[in-house]
């Protein structure tokens, strides 16, 4: 049984949680997209922590860390990270982000190289290359992206019904798993969503996700990203890899699991474990 220990840790202004397993191999930092914590990785990190130090992070404003008042875009959540891997000592690190996380990651693999020595993007798109479609509701684009950036109407709408929003609608219109996101899950998710001030993580790196695309751009073109990119896409899908080919470069390795929704760490962990291992350790030994 691999223990997974909890901790807290204070830098650029807030506390972050974060939890961690293993013991030896090179390190992994997982990050969370909405509405997610790092609890949506509970079944990822056992399978990773066999050969590899895992570390998943609540990110500022989401979980069980800080969310008072103050900025909660982008940039500064790619501050927050890089402060915490020098906070760990454990860099570089193999990063892995997903969903609305993709802004974030993407600002740390490209300002701070010395911190990452891969990067992989899960079902994960950017502003700039995209990403700003799924707020156009006109083309099919989701409904609570608009909501989540609107000052005040996420906390006027979703309080109080934060288990009637994840249980019945979000989790089951993205999930193609029968029962992977279950009873438990969606308690936990629940639980630091109906906080006081719970809805500033997401409704933050929602409303940056809609005015940063040209200097997401910017950060593509130079410095850009100059670690190995594996990019995982779920459903048979390619927007996550045509989305890192146009950002990256058209030398990434691309991974697209079939009969998976949006939410591979929980529907398919074992698949994701194997995709990234063998990522990591191709990493791993060129290095």
Same mark, same amino acid.
């Given at each position: &049984?691999?223990?997974?220990?909890?901790?807290?840790?204070?830098?650029?202004?807030?506390?972050?949680?974060?939890?961690?397993?293993?013991?030896?191999?090179?390190?992994? /930092?997982?990050?969370?997209?909405?509405? #997610?914590?790092?609890?949506?990785?509970?079944?990822? %990190?056992?399978?990773?922590?066999?050969?590899?130090?895992?570390?998943?992070?609540?990110?500022?404003?989401? $979980?069980?860390? $800080?969310?008072?008042?103050?900025?909660? *875009?982008?940039? +500064?959540?790619?501050? *927050?990270?890089?402060?915490? %891997?020098?906070?760990?000592?454990?860099?570089?690190?193999?990063?892995?982000?997903?969903?609305?996380?993709?802004?974030?990651?993407?600002?740390?693999?490209?300002?701070?190289?010395? *911190?990452?020595?891969?990067?992989?993007?899960?079902?994960?798109?950017?502003?700039? !290359?995209?990403?700003?479609?799924?707020?156009?509701? +006109?083309?099919?684009?989701?409904?609570? %992206?608009?909501?989540?950036?609107?000052?005040?109407?996420?906390?006027?709408? !979703?309080?109080?019904? #934060? @288990? #009637?929003? /994840?249980?019945? /609608?979000?989790?089951?219109? &993205?999930?193609?798993? @029968?029962?992977?996101?279950?009873?438990?899950?969606?308690?936990?998710?629940?639980? +630091?969503?109906?906080?006081?001030?719970?809805?500033?993580?997401?409704?933050?790196?929602? @409303?940056?996700?809609?005015?940063?695309?040209?200097? %997401? @751009?910017?950060?593509?073109?130079?410095?850009?990203?100059?670690?190995?990119? /594996?990019?995982?896409?779920?459903?048979?899908?390619?927007?996550?890899?045509?989305?890192?080919?146009?950002?990256?470069? *058209?030398?990434?390795?691309?991974?697209?699991?079939?009969?998976?929704?949006?939410?591979?760490? &929980?529907?398919?962990?074992?698949?994701?474990?194997?995709?990234?291992?063998?990522?990591?350790?191709?990493?791993?030994?060129?290095?």
């Amino acid at each position: &049984m691999v223990e997974i220990s909890h901790h807290r840790v204070e830098v650029n202004g807030t506390a972050l949680h974060y939890v961690a397993a293993g013991t030896s191999g090179s390190p992994i /930092l997982l990050v969370h997209g909405f509405p #997610e914590t790092w609890w949506a990785f509970r079944k990822l %990190i056992p399978l990773l922590a066999a050969e590899h130090r895992v570390f998943a992070v609540d990110l500022r404003g989401f $979980g069980d860390s $800080g969310n008072g008042q103050g900025e909660y *875009d982008s940039a +500064t959540s790619a501050e *927050d990270l890089h402060r915490l %891997i020098a906070a760990l000592g454990v860099g570089p690190v193999h990063l892995s982000g997903q969903d609305i996380a993709g802004a974030t990651v993407f600002r740390l693999a490209v300002e701070h190289p010395e *911190d990452v020595r891969s990067f992989t993007a899960i079902e994960m798109g950017l502003p700039g !290359f995209g990403l700003e479609a799924l707020a156009d509701v +006109t083309r099919g684009g989701a409904w609570y %992206i608009g909501v989540l950036a609107a000052e005040g109407v996420p906390e006027l709408l !979703f309080t109080g019904h #934060e @288990r #009637e929003l /994840l249980g019945d /609608l979000l989790f089951p219109s &993205m999930t193609a798993v @029968r029962g992977a996101v279950g009873e438990d899950d969606v308690e936990e998710f629940a639980r +630091t969503y109906s906080r006081a001030g719970g809805w500033r993580g997401a409704t933050g790196l929602y @409303r940056s996700m809609l005015r940063e695309g040209e200097e %997401i @751009r910017a950060l593509a073109e130079s410095p850009g990203v100059v670690v190995p990119v /594996l990019a995982v896409d779920a459903g048979g899908g390619s927007f996550t890899s045509g989305t890192m080919k146009r950002a990256v470069s *058209d030398d990434i390795t691309a991974v697209s699991l079939e009969g998976v929704g949006h939410y591979v760490a &929980m529907e398919a962990p074992e698949e994701l474990a194997k995709a990234v291992l063998e990522f990591t350790g191709r990493v791993d030994a060129a290095r």
